[in-house]
């Protein structure tokens, strides 16, 4: 995040970017995705350790989409105590982990899915029903014909439901109960969750030692 002058780290974005270059990983990760499945565990948190032993973590992270799971959950909590405890990479600092979570009508998420719209090129977001290009279907800074993912339709917007409520909402009440845990309204304007999610994150960090 530019601001604080720390990582975004998408483990969707690296399981695209290894579907896109046909990758082994790519390759057993496009069909559960294209099912709206959550790729296994292991494959999952073994991206996260290679990605936190690169430089540039050690002041923090963000990681988004991560973790899904309680498997992935209790990982990424192991990982960051050895290191805390070792004093040296990732959280050198001994900076607490802190969880927020986005909270989005079903309705509206299920808008936001179906309505992206990704340009190949520049990888600028678009949405058909909220932030739609100036002309249709093409990119406003380079003319690109914009994509839709091959995941983001209706059906696999439903199978992710289906996967959130079995496994990701039981993510929540692991960190909730840590009190490490805030959830903010995701449906107003972008500056005002930003606003939010700061507010949170300064709220947490007062106080969890």
Known sequence: MAEFKIPQISTGEILRK????????????????????????????????????????????????????????????????????????????????????????????????????????????YNIYAQPPVKEDVCDFDGTKLEQRADDTEETFRERMVEYNSKTAHVLEHYGGKGCFDEVDGARSVDEVTGSIKEALRRLRQSVV
């Open 18 to 125: 290894n579907i896109a270059n046909g990758t082994e990983l790519g390759l057993k990760a496009k069909g559960l995705m294209e099912a709206g499945l959550f790729v296994d565990d292991e494959t999952v948190n073994g991206m996260v350790a290679a990605r936190l032993d690169e430089p540039g973590v050690e002041r923090g992270f963000i990681l988004d989409g991560y973790p899904r799971t309680l498997a992935q959950a209790g990982f990424i909590d192991a990982l960051l105590d050895i290191y805390k405890k070792s004093g040296t990479g990732v959280n050198a600092l001994h900076l607490p982990l802190l969880a927020i979570s986005i909270r989005v009508d079903e309705d509206e998420l299920l808008r936001r899915i179906t309505g992206r719209r990704i340009c190949p090129t520049c990888k600028r977001s």
